[in-house]
């Protein structure tokens, strides 16, 4: 295992009944602005990114993020998640330094993934989902960040 | 309000049944370090703070934590909690360079406080808790660390 495996805290993802209301909010409440509206058809989530602080986190490239989640409807896992806990927290982003060798690593320890394979995030990350029964009732996103020249994700912009 | 407010992810906060067990599970499978020990008899909670990452976050002085947290018993917040929620992610702590004026900030826009004044949290740090009802159901936490110097809490080491 190269450590550490885990680089930082990524994110905070937030569900939310209603994403206009929950970004006024963070906006009024913090000044949090919103660096990007993506909806993420795979997923089944509209989706904003909000950068936490100055971007200060220089070796990563990528400032913290509060990420706040609206259903596509409630069939997808984050309108399940509503439904049964209300909003609130959904997960926790880390950021790791490579995806694939963070899962083989953390997958032989016996924790179950979600995602065998990397699939594509906000912002044109790569991530992967362990399964919080595994991770004391976390449900736990690894995070690995490609620079801009290599961020083309399947996530479409909000009209 | 002096912008950004938040300046960073500081830490999540996961509730756990048994510390010493989760302890185990976020070195086991993810590598991370216990930094320190405590018991917080007034938050009612025993403790441990994880740091994520190589410390990077240069300008705060601090990297992001897991801070894992097993309740004193049934009766306290964080009892209450497992036994409505089971084990899972409790709350998120955001860092901010003056702690009294963010919360005559935040409270300005109508967002009731837990915590009127900031009290003594993990590492000598000052803290506050904002009301989920008024923050999308997110137990927030407001954290301003003080250098080492400054860092007297109230919390004890865990023995």
């Known amino acids: 295992m190269v450590l550490p495996l885990l680089t930082r805290i ?3 993802g ?3 009944r209603d994403l206009r209301k929950t970004i006024d909010l963070y906006r009024e409440t913090f000044g949090l602005g919103v660096l ?3 909806v993420n058809e795979e997923q089944g989530v509209r989706e904003a990114m909000l950068a936490v602080g100055p971007g200060a986190d220089v070796a990563a490239g990528r400032p913290g993020y509060v990420q706040l989640l609206e259903p596509l409807g409630p069939d997808t896992p984050v309108g399940k998640f509503l439904a049964r806990r209300g909003e609130g927290i ?3 982003g880390y ?3 490579d995806i694939k060798a963070a899962l083989a690593a953390i997958g032989g320890t ?3 993934l ?3 394979r990397p699939r594509h995030g906000s912002m044109g990350a790569s991530i992967a989902f362990l399964h919080p029964a595994d991770v004391g009732g976390v449900l736990t996103e690894l995070v690995q960040f490609h620079r801009i020249e290599n961020s083309e994700g399947s996530a479409k912009p909000l009209k």
Do not use: K, Q, Y
């Open 90 to 92: 959904h997960h926790i």
């Open 14 to 16: 937030i569900a939310c």
């Open 110 to 112: 016996g924790v179950r």
């Open 36 to 38: 990007t509206l993506e």
């Open 114 to 116: 979600i995602d065998e």
């Open 10 to 12: 990524d994110h905070v």
């Open 95 to 97: 950021g790791v330094a």
